[in-house]
């Protein structure tokens, strides 16, 4: 079964760091891109970062309003995406999901979402 | 940055009913388009890639169209598992960007 879970989210203070994972299995991780998409409370969806597979240098791609800020890695050795978030704001609160497009389509894998709370 | 104009926001129906929500893209995304349903508490889960393609398992239910850079999301005979937000999502180009949802609720 293709699955995806993130963990690492939390309580953090504006201008604090976090690093969220995303562990895979169920398939070749070093074969796919891979993204994070994020959700506000109440709010919609937004796409933060993907990055490429080792085929395209592991190239990666931003939202303008997270650039220069967090960083997508991926170490496809142990399965694992990451997305390190530092300088947070509050409207960084959000549940960030892991997803990935799987069956030759557009993010059709989604994980459950880890919680991230930006809060003095 | 190409912006997603979704379009109701909320809207009822009944079961039974036959339901459209569009998504207007500001330029050209060629067929670039999906569709997917969250329930609230869940992650959202993709319908329609590709404009008009269902994904696995999808019912037939649920179709796509576009005319110009009008892309529509239809839902025939509407359950009560088919109440939830459905968002639209371009793909063509970076930044991918989201329409703002549709949330179909039971009248």
């Known amino acids: 079964e293709v699955q995806l879970v993130e963990f690492g989210g939390g309580l953090v203070q504006p201008g604090g760091s976090l690093r969220l994972s995303c562990a895979a299995s169920?398939?070749?991780?070093?074969?796919?891109?891979m993204d994070w998409v994020r959700q506000a409370p109440g709010r919609g969806l937004e796409w933060v970062a993907r990055?490429?597979?080792?085929?395209?240098?592991?190239?990666?791609e931003y939202a303008a309003s997270v650039r220069g800020r967090f960083t997508i890695s991926r170490d496809d050795s142990k399965n694992s995406l990451f997305l390190q978030m530092s300088s947070l704001k509050i409207e960084d609160s959000a549940i960030y999901y892991c997803?990935?497009?799987?069956?030759?389509?557009?993010?059709?894998?989604w994980g459950q979402g880890t919680k991230v709370t930006v809060s003095s | 940055d190409i912006q997603m104009t979704q379009y109701p926001s909320s809207l009822s129906a009944s079961v039974g009913d036959r339901v459209t929500i569009t998504c207007r893209a500001s330029?050209?995304?060629?067929?670039?388009l999906a569709w997917f349903q969250q329930k609230p508490g869940r992650a959202p889960q993709s319908l329609i890639y590709?404009?008009?393609t269902l994904q696995t398992g999808v019912p037939s239910k649920f179709s796509g169209s576009a005319s110009g850079t009008d892309f529509t999301l239809t839902i025939t005979n509407l359950q009560p598992e088919d109440f939830a937000t459905y968002f639209c999502?371009?793909?063509?180009?970076?930044?991918?960007?989201f329409g703002g949802g549709t949330r179909v609720e039971i009248k």
């Open positions: 997803v990935m497009g799987y069956s030759g389509s557009v993010f059709d894998v």
């Open positions: 169920g398939f070749r991780f070093g074969d796919y891109y």
């Open positions: 990055i490429r597979n080792k085929a395209n240098s592991d190239t990666t």
């Open positions: 330029q050209d995304i060629r067929s670039s």
């Open positions: 590709a404009t008009y």
């Open positions: 999502l371009q793909y063509y180009t970076y930044p991918f960007t």
